[in-house]
């Protein structure tokens, strides 16, 4: 390997490391607040390239019909959640958060249908269209079990990712596509070339993480989305609503992963179910930062992006295996570092 | 239902079954063949998952070592399927003990997560390695045969996999009903206590992990001769999560479970693949989606399973009772007097503060000696840095002349230390039998082989005898079999006390034995205390009770703001102004 080699795939790894650096920051924000581990998070990513796709080919895009089954199914779990405690006079209110608002950019996505959106339109509207996925998702399987153990939301949320696969799979077809550039100009440093796709992808991530870091550690607001995470019961008794703040958090994070979507549309092509694997590449880094720390994600992420670029030199076919290996001295380390406390194990059914 | 009347649906069942390739399609039997190659995983999982508390996403993976080291030794150099079988057997488990070795450690949702990572890592070896064919597969693979005869024929093979199953769950029933079992089933609510009993905990889940291993390396061995063929797909996170929803469908604690979660979603998987090509050209796709809903529900809404809602309407099985045993060997105890316990300038801090600082003290053999203080005193501290539970700064801990500073609560316990907890540990869903039985760990040899073959025994009534000896000791003979859950809080303590002296230890190290006793049960166990110092038994005990300390302890050790205060006879304690002022501020 010579030293432009390694620049070359240095650069490379920078820049599928800020994807995972945006995908780990939503995992970490997600988890922070609500305790869920949400391995389907991948997905949001993909789907929000493939909108863009479809969009940009003047096609219906399959997220319209993938919100729509959503909403429905969250209005009646809202429905009977309301009526079943004895409130049906909110069940109002519940049916235009989680039917009428999730479904008004899949409807101007609808009426558009067939005709060629200019560009500048395109994007936003695929952000709002994303933007819904998770919460409604979270409202309707997670919800329920919020006070569930971090293992059983964990399977559910494993279990989510599949069904949420097979829905890619109805929706979106199992062709794979690659969505126009949004810029390309290329800048050349001496021998190095970076193209301004690539600094977007860097600038973005950098600005997000930036972003977390100062909303989590420095505002009032972050610090109750954080204490919502740590203890329920207290954040309940302190005026903190869990299902608020969870619903905040599922929000924010499904930005960040239309964002990170729209950038990796263009240099990946993507497919209906690419988002397991991104999305666990994302959570390896996050899981470097223990889960809990954005700065850490952002080193995290960074070094996942760099080891799989550069094993992708040494044995391309391995290189899955190489990244995912790396993960069990990384939990060890963590592991030890949070000490040999006894905690209760995790009940399944308890 | 009446016990008569279950006998007779099991025999009809196993009737039924055993019967299967003569009344049923081909197609059922395979069917069948299939539940029972996934049983044998579950019943992995049940053990891992259900009964150890252990949650793992990569199972399959295992699957798929023992299905590609079969299928690779068969094809590439045309061994033996039994040659296979053992090959199978050695890569997985040597492959469950190194990463079991490197991930068991992990605690709360890391472990899981460790699953999911070495899950796909191995799965994504599979489907790159050249001498595995890579995504294609290996073909190919021949078909098992016993002598002459040959188990192609699927009526032939399902014998086979049923006859494992049923050795499978037979062998690991033996095992939870055996010291290791015991072991096993304690694993579930933090490695304390375990410890605390001269378990290791990481040990136990060691061998847990390894045996679910070794049941899916049978179970991927059986699978590669039955379809004889193996390529990556069916060894994936995706099926890892299958045979874990298997297990918590059944009922992830139960057996039986195993092969209820099994064959419930084999078939309803099978229904789905008939009736879903109905409603969309992409039966498949859909299937991955009703599972995803099913799944989603059930653990919103059972998760218990099939099996606890199945147990309430059968008859409980009866415990087998307890007989008299020979006793359980004993240890030699120190001479009366002699120096049991000598601790010297111990000394702890947690950041900034000062916990402990500079404390010594001396317990004689057959003494009873109570630490006592006001809150915050170190008191605690001193006690977890005796049991080991936590590491000492500076000084030493010398028992029975050997020093046991700073070795953990393992060899504390090896040592001849017994204790209890101030929050009490004990099993609740376990029996108080089975409770004090896990103190007689160190006093009993049996393994798992052992265990499994059912040559524990003799040991086992021994130790069951014991155990029940301890229990009438204590006052808690009536009803061993109850669970210990359902004892009010202060009995709960009563039985930690039980477990310690099941250890037959040469010290008993108490935490707050009296608190939330009434008054009779008090002077029960102040008069348990003086009948183990008969018996040469040495306690240690920190206490908040004082008229209860007053009355019982040869000496007395006063703590206060992490120093040793006084030390003496109760009397002088008592009068000592120092102790006074400490406990009711100083006299104006």
Same mark, same amino acid.
């Given at each position: 390997m010579t030293p432009d080699i390694a620049l070359i795939l240095g650069i490379d790894g920078i820049a599928t490391g800020s994807i995972y650096v945006m995908v780990g920051l939503g995992l970490v924000l997600i988890f922070s607040v609500t *305790? &869920?581990?949400? &391995?389907?998070? #991948?997905d949001i990513v993909a789907f929000s390239a493939l909108t863009l796709a479809s969009l940009q080919l003047g096609r219906l895009p399959g997220t319209v019909y993938l919100v729509a089954s959503l909403a429905v199914v969250a209005c009646v779990v809202v429905s009977i959640h309301y009526w079943r405690q004895g409130q049906p006079q909110r069940i109002g209110r519940g049916l235009v958060g989680y039917g009428v608002l999730p479904l008004i950019p899949a409807a101007i996505a609808w009426l558009c249908a067939g005709t060629s959106l200019p560009e500048w339109a395109q994007i936003p509207l695929t952000v709002a269209l994303v933007l819904p996925i998770a919460p409604l998702i979270e409202r309707i399987a997670l919800r329920p079990i919020a006070d569930a153990s971090v293992l059983l939301l964990l399977i559910v949320s494993v279990a989510l990712t599949f069904g949420l696969s097979g829905l890619g799979l109805l929706f979106f077809g199992p062709e794979g596509f690659r969505t126009k550039p949004l810029t390309s100009e290329i800048f050349r440093f001496g021998a190095v070339t970076v193209t301004s796709q690539t600094l977007l992808m860097v600038g973005s991530a950098a600005v997000f993480g930036l972003l977390l870091f100062l909303f989590f550690e420095r505002s009032f607001s972050g610090k109750a989305l954080r204490a919502t995470a740590i203890n329920r019961l207290g954040a309940r008794i302190v005026g903190i609503r869990p299902a608020t703040t969870g619903t905040l958090a599922f929000l924010l994070a499904s930005l960040l992963g239309a964002i990170a979507g729209i950038l990796i549309g263009p240099v990946t092509t993507m497919y209906?179910?690419?988002g397991f694997i991104l999305g666990l590449k994302a959570f390896v880094g996050a899981i470097i930062g223990g889960l809990l720390s954005y700065p850490g994600t952002v080193v995290g992420a960074l070094l996942v992006g760099l080891l799989e670029s550069f094993a992708s030199f040494w044995n391309s076919a391995l290189k899955e295996v190489v990244v995912f290996g790396l993960l069990i001295p990384v939990l060890l380390a963590r592991s030890l570092a949070l000490g040999q406390a006894d905690e209760e194990d995790a009940e399944i059914d308890g | 239902m009446s016990r008569r009347a279950v006998s007779l649906f099991a025999v009809t069942v196993i009737a039924i079954m055993a019967a299967a390739p003569f009344w049923a399609a081909a197609f059922t039997v395979t069917l069948l063949n299939y539940i029972g190659v996934y049983t044998l995983v579950v019943i992995g999982i049940v053990l891992l998952t259900g009964v150890a508390g252990l949650t793992s996403f990569g199972q399959a993976a295992f699957v798929g070592i023992g299905a590609y080291a079969t299928a690779w030794l068969t094809t590439v150099?045309?061994?033996s399927p039994w040659l296979g079988l053992l090959f199978a057997l050695a890569l997985t488990g040597v492959a469950a003990a190194l990463i079991g070795a490197v991930t068991? *450690?992990?605690g709360g949702h890391f472990l899981p997560l460790a699953t999911i990572a070495w899950g796909l890592s191995i799965f994504f070896l599979f489907g790159n390695m050249e001498a595995l064919g890579r995504n294609n597969g290996l073909t190919g693979v021949p078909p098992i045969a016993i002598g002459s005869i040959s188990l192609e024929p699927t009526a032939a093979i399902y014998y086979l996999i049923w006859i494992v199953v049923l050795l499978a769950m037979i062998a690991v029933a033996n095992l939870l009903d055996s010291r290791q079992g015991r072991a096993i089933r304690s694993l579930r609510g933090g490695a304390v206590m375990v410890g605390s009993l001269g378990i290791s905990a990481f040990r136990i889940r060691l061998v847990t992990f390894t045996i679910a291993a070794l049941l899916a390396g049978i179970s991927g061995w059986l699978y590669a001769h039955m379809s004889r063929f193996v390529s990556p797909a069916p060894f994936g996170v995706r099926m890892g999560i299958e045979y874990l929803f298997m297990a918590i469908l059944g009922g992830s604690g139960h057996i039986m479970g195993a092969v209820v979660g099994a064959a419930l979603l084999t078939l309803a998987k099978n229904a789905l693949q008939d009736v879903l090509p109905y409603f969309s050209r992409n039966g498949g796709q859909l299937e991955v989606i009703v599972f995803a809903i099913i799944y989603v529900l059930a653990l919103q809404f059972a998760r218990g399973g099939v099996m606890p809602f199945a147990l309430r309407y059968l008859p409980r099985r009866e415990k087998p009772p307890i007989a008299q045993a020979a006793p359980l060997p004993k240890r030699s105890m120190p001479q009366r007097g002699t120096p049991l316990l000598v601790v010297e300038r111990l000394a702890k801090r947690f950041g900034g503060l000062e916990a402990v600082r500079q404390v010594g003290f001396e317990i004689r053999a057959g003494e009873i000696v109570g630490l006592i203080g006001p809150n915050g005193a170190g008191k605690s501290t001193v006690f977890n840095l005796i049991t080991g539970s936590l590491a000492s700064d500076a000084g030493t801990i010398m028992f029975l002349g050997k020093d046991i500073t700073r070795v953990g609560p393992l060899r504390i316990a090896r040592a001849g230390i017994a204790r209890t907890f101030q929050h009490v540990r004990i099993r609740a869903s376990m029996s108080l039998l089975d409770n004090v039985l896990l103190g007689t760990y160190l006093r009993t040899r049996a393994g798992v082989f052992r265990s499994i073959a059912r040559l524990d025994r003799a040991e086992e009534r021994r130790a069951r005898f014991e155990a029940w000896l301890q229990l009438k000791r204590v006052g808690l003979g009536a009803n061993p079999h109850d669970l210990a859950g359902n004892l009010p809080l202060g009995q709960q303590r009563i039985l930690e006390i039980a477990r310690a002296l099941a250890a037959d230890p040469a010290l008993i190290v108490l935490d707050e034995?009296?608190? #939330?006793?009434s008054r009779p049960e008090k002077i029960a166990l102040a008069d348990l205390l003086r009948a183990l110092c008969d018996e040469d038994i040495t306690v240690l005990l920190v206490e908040h009770d004082m008229e209860f300390v007053m009355g019982i302890v040869d000496r007395i050790v006063v703590m206060d703001f992490g120093v040793k205060l006084v030390e003496g006879t109760p009397a002088a304690v008592r009068a000592d102004p120092q102790v006074q002022e400490a406990y009711l501020g100083s006299v104006a």
């Open positions: *305790r &869920v581990i949400f &391995v389907p998070f #991948g209906y179910d690419s | 150099h045309a061994a068991l *450690r992990l034995p009296a608190a #939330g006793l």
